[in-house]
């Protein structure tokens, strides 16, 4: 078992298979001129495999695989394939563009779950958001998914000013179609033009729907990073991920392997441990990996509190989104 200082076990890792999209998300992009990793430095499919092996050997249960867009990989669906043998719940976070090219793949790969990212039911701010005209193939793939009886999960970035008011429309796609909403807190990273005045918090999301509709919460489950309510008569939830109002720290159960090696203890972590070229050298990554967790701050990853006018982006130490898989 993989534990940390606070005895939190750590059995979920989250993969990035690349830092390259085809959509250009603001928010998750840095502002300056941006190079996608070249493919030589990235993890290698049977390097994926063997490294997540040692990781499921720790007593890891459940992979994700994110990125950038991990679906825009050449060789996606073999690391999928590849993954999909190991005792674990594999499942994707994903852009949703590519998704109809691998309906066979996440068959046979035994993937029951999705988190498919959408910010907007308008065509017009997609563009704005994602600088990419990509709605109405996302939108079908979704119910593509849902149609092949995949459980879907929406993830809206919220921004004040921006999308905030789309809010009520979100909540009312799950009155006939069971889609699980997640609105998600906005999150600050290098490079994003990160400001508390954008963050749309989960209090504000939650009257915000409580003044259309009754909203029922549902229970929190171990490890749960969202708060879930549903509308009574609903067939889908709603929740919000409350990161940066009332983070979920406290039984967080997460590491984070970037394309390029890295492990990261969390998603605000300042350290980084390079796994792959300890791989590489022939190196154990066993206790590489132990330490890397133990070392593990108690929330934030040291960074910042829930007081959010205080936070200098500037002096925040991370990667980019997109660079860190999310
Ligand atoms: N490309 C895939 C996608 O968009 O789902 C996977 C990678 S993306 C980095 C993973 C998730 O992180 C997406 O749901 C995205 O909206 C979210 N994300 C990116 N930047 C964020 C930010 N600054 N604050 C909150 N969520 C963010
Ligand atoms: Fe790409 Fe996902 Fe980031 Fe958007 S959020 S730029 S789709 S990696």
Redesign the pocket.
Known sequence: MIIDGFSRVHDYLRI?LTDN?N?R?F??MPEEEYTFTPASKLMQADEIESIAKIFVAQGVKKIRL??????VRKDAADIIERLSKFPVKLT?????TRLHEFVDVIKKAGITSL???L?TLQKDRFMLMTRRDQFDRVRSNIDLMLSEGINVRV???VMKGLNDHEISDFVAWTKEQPVHI?F??????SG?R?DSAKVMTWQEILSRVSDEYDVLPLDREKHDTAKKYIVPGHQGTFAV?S?MSAPFCGDCNRMRLTADGKMKNCLFSTSETDLLTAFRNGEDLVPLIHQSIRDKKKALGGQFTTDMGKIETSKLENR???T???
């Open positions: 990035s999209c959509l998300c928010y998750c994110t990125g950038g867009e991990p679906l994707i976070t994903t852009n949703g988190n498919i990212s910010d993830n809206a970035v997640r998600i807190e906005f999150m600050p990273f994003n990160w991920i990161t980019s989104m997109i860190i898989g999310g």
